[in-house]
Protein backbone atom coordinates (compact mmCIF):
# COMPACT_ATOMS: atom_id res chain seq x y z
CA UNK A 1 0.00 0.00 0.00
CA UNK A 2 1.76 3.20 -1.05
CA UNK A 3 0.83 5.64 1.87
CA UNK A 4 1.33 8.52 0.35
CA UNK A 5 -2.44 8.31 -1.29
CA UNK A 6 -3.84 8.25 2.76
CA UNK A 7 -1.41 11.04 3.63
CA UNK A 8 -3.34 13.82 0.81
CA UNK A 9 -6.63 13.14 2.76
CA UNK A 10 -5.02 13.98 6.40
CA UNK A 11 -6.41 17.51 6.11
CA UNK A 12 -10.15 19.45 7.83
CA UNK A 13 -10.43 19.79 11.61
CA UNK A 14 -12.70 16.39 11.36
CA UNK A 15 -11.72 12.76 11.10
CA UNK A 16 -12.05 11.61 7.80
CA UNK A 17 -12.69 7.71 7.14
CA UNK A 18 -13.11 4.89 4.10
CA UNK A 19 -11.59 1.70 3.13
CA UNK A 20 -8.86 0.53 1.02
CA UNK A 21 -10.35 -1.83 -1.67
CA UNK A 22 -8.52 -5.01 -2.80
CA UNK A 23 -8.16 -3.14 -6.22
CA UNK A 24 -6.36 -0.36 -4.57
CA UNK A 25 -8.71 2.18 -4.55
CA UNK A 26 -9.31 4.63 -2.02
CA UNK A 27 -12.47 5.24 -0.94
CA UNK A 28 -13.25 8.11 1.52
CA UNK A 29 -17.20 7.81 3.14
CA UNK A 30 -19.40 10.08 5.15
CA UNK A 31 -18.28 10.32 8.84
CA UNK A 32 -21.45 10.29 10.74
CA UNK A 33 -19.69 10.66 14.27
CA UNK A 34 -21.78 13.00 16.38
CA UNK A 35 -18.58 14.82 17.23
CA UNK A 36 -16.69 14.22 14.15
CA UNK A 37 -13.65 16.39 15.69
CA UNK A 38 -12.90 13.72 18.59
CA UNK A 39 -14.00 10.36 16.47
CA UNK A 40 -15.73 8.56 13.15
CA UNK A 41 -18.42 6.55 12.84
CA UNK A 42 -19.56 4.86 9.49
CA UNK A 43 -22.94 4.60 8.09
CA UNK A 44 -24.50 0.82 7.73
CA UNK A 45 -24.99 0.88 4.59
CA UNK A 46 -21.40 1.84 3.88
CA UNK A 47 -20.11 -1.20 5.92
CA UNK A 48 -22.32 -3.55 4.04
CA UNK A 49 -21.23 -1.87 0.49
CA UNK A 50 -17.49 -2.32 1.01
CA UNK A 51 -16.72 -4.20 3.90
CA UNK A 52 -16.77 -7.19 1.23
CA UNK A 53 -14.57 -5.52 -1.00
CA UNK A 54 -12.18 -4.03 1.35
CA UNK A 55 -8.95 -5.03 2.22
CA UNK A 56 -8.26 -2.27 5.19
CA UNK A 57 -10.25 0.43 6.68
CA UNK A 58 -8.51 4.28 7.35
CA UNK A 59 -9.14 7.53 9.06
CA UNK A 60 -7.31 10.75 10.53
CA UNK A 61 -6.48 11.54 13.39
CA UNK A 62 -6.95 16.08 12.50
CA UNK A 63 -4.05 17.56 14.84
CA UNK A 64 -3.04 14.29 16.41
CA UNK A 65 -0.59 10.95 15.39
CA UNK A 66 -1.39 8.07 14.31
CA UNK A 67 -1.62 6.16 17.83
CA UNK A 68 -3.37 3.94 18.84
CA UNK A 69 -6.88 5.10 20.79
CA UNK A 70 -9.08 3.55 23.10
CA UNK A 71 -11.79 3.63 20.51
CA UNK A 72 -9.67 2.77 17.40
CA UNK A 73 -8.91 -0.74 19.12
CA UNK A 74 -12.37 -1.78 20.31
CA UNK A 75 -13.51 -0.65 16.28
CA UNK A 76 -10.84 -2.58 14.90
CA UNK A 77 -11.52 -6.33 16.58
CA UNK A 78 -14.84 -5.89 14.94
CA UNK A 79 -13.02 -6.15 11.59
CA UNK A 80 -10.36 -8.33 12.19
CA UNK A 81 -10.01 -9.65 8.63
CA UNK A 82 -8.89 -5.81 7.46
CA UNK A 83 -5.70 -3.93 8.30
CA UNK A 84 -6.47 -0.52 9.52
CA UNK A 85 -4.74 2.57 8.91
CA UNK A 86 -4.77 5.70 11.03
CA UNK A 87 -3.46 9.03 9.37
CA UNK A 88 -1.70 11.62 11.86
CA UNK A 89 0.66 14.61 11.71
CA UNK A 90 3.44 11.94 12.08
CA UNK A 91 2.62 9.88 9.32
CA UNK A 92 0.76 6.71 8.69
CA UNK A 93 0.44 3.75 10.63
CA UNK A 94 -0.94 0.30 9.86
CA UNK A 95 -2.11 -1.82 12.78
CA UNK A 96 -3.42 -5.50 12.60
CA UNK A 97 -5.52 -7.88 14.71
CA UNK A 98 -4.08 -11.11 15.64
CA UNK A 99 -5.74 -13.48 18.65
CA UNK A 100 -8.04 -10.93 19.91
CA UNK A 101 -5.27 -7.85 19.64
CA UNK A 102 -4.54 -5.53 17.69
CA UNK A 103 -0.82 -5.01 16.83
CA UNK A 104 1.19 -2.47 14.58
CA UNK A 105 1.87 -4.07 11.43
CA UNK A 106 5.20 -4.81 10.60
Same mark, same amino acid.
Given at each position: ???????????????????????????E????????? +????? %??????????? @? *?A???????????????????????????????? +????? %??????????? @? *?
Open positions: MNTSRLLELYEGPQERCGFILKTGEIVVVNICPTPT +NGFDM %RGEDLIRYTPI @A *SSWHTHPGEDSNLSAGDFQSFLNWPELDHYIVG +NDGVT %RFRVEDGDVYV @A *S
